[in-house]
């Protein structure tokens, strides 16, 4: 339901499938780039063994907290974004 007591319309499940749908590869990417920014080194260079250890789940590590991020911040911003009154373009309104 929604702030002002009715049932979601089509359009605004729709807009939040979307959205979720949004976050998700975005985070997946973002999560992506991190982990081979971080990890990829010690799969392409010869380095020292305990760094060729430790930056596979150092990345990891690194892009799983990103990912969260990165779907909590995009879904934060979209209910923000959502109007407080039916017909109402803007938060404020």
Do not use: N, W
Not at 9 to 34: H, K, M, N, P
Not at 50 to 76: I, K, Q
Request: a positive charge; one cysteine or more; proline letters at 8%.
């Amino acid at each position: 339901m929604t702030s002002h007591g009715g049932r979601r319309g089509q359009a605004e499940r729709d807009a939040i499938t979307v959205e979720i749908g949004y976050a998700l590869c975005s985070a997946v990417f973002a999560a992506v780039v991190v982990l081979g920014a971080v990890a990829g080194p010690a799969l392409l260079f010869d380095l020292p063994r305990l760094l060729e250890r430790a930056l596979p789940p150092a990345g990891a590590a690194l892009a799983t907290l990103v990912f969260f991020a990165r779907v909590v911040a995009v879904l934060v911003r979209f209910q923000r974004s959502q109007p407080s009154q039916p017909g109402r373009t803007k938060p404020d309104s």
